[in-house]
């Protein structure tokens, strides 16, 4: 073998070898490169999906927030409308009713003084359920005061009290205010869990 066969041999060798040197640095960088994009794209993944999740998560609370506002909101919706029907109920009592009513009102409390007052508007009607007499600057309310019991002697005055429905019995240190908005706030704030239950 001459020595150019030689050397052209040797110089093949080595050019294989770095060729096969140069491919496994190439396949190692490749490697790696996949694998680096591989945790990259899973982290990004990863974090994709727990963002969706939290969004899902807020979107879902958030539905319920809304669902809970609705219930509630029909459910005060549905105890106004009772309230309402008691309003007008209350509003168009007449006669023995209202004075049946009124009697129930006055007994819870104790009064300081015996006047009434009514609205200008509801002058007649009380007049006619609490008194068997006419019309009159100061009226005895016999009937009234007959079913209160003993001790009573209050009297309705023609002046009219500043208050759109119900009566106020004047008092000596404080007057009580038996108007129908006032006793139904009150009434509501009361009852209102019993009414919840009742109707849902």
Do not use: C, W
């Amino acid at each position: 073998m001459t020595l150019l066969k030689k050397i052209e041999e040797k110089g093949l060798k080595e050019k294989e070898e770095i060729l096969k040197e140069t491919k496994a640095e190439v396949d190692a960088i490749l490697s790696e490169a996949k694998e680096k994009a591989l945790k990259e794209a899973t982290k990004i993944v990863e974090e994709e999906t727990l963002k969706s999740k939290r969004e899902i998560e807020q979107r879902k609370n958030a539905f319920e927030l809304e669902k809970r506002q609705a219930i509630l909101l029909e459910q005060s919706n549905q105890v106004d409308l009772v309230i309402d029907k008691l309003r007008n109920h209350l509003l168009n009592l007449e006669g023995e009713d209202l004075l049946k009513y009124s009697v129930s009102l006055i007994k819870k409390e104790t009064l300081s003084g015996d006047i009434i007052r009514v609205a200008k508007k509801d002058y007649n009607k009380y007049l006619k359920a609490f008194s068997s007499s006419k019309k009159a600057d100061v009226v005895v309310l016999d009937k009234l005061n007959k079913a209160l019991g003993k001790g009573y002697e209050l009297k309705l005055e023609s002046i009219p009290a500043n208050i759109t429905d119900g009566f106020i019995v004047l008092g000596k240190t404080y007057d009580l205010n038996f108007s129908i908005e006032p006793y139904l706030v009150e009434l509501k704030k009361k009852y209102e869990k019993e009414i919840f239950k009742i109707l849902f």
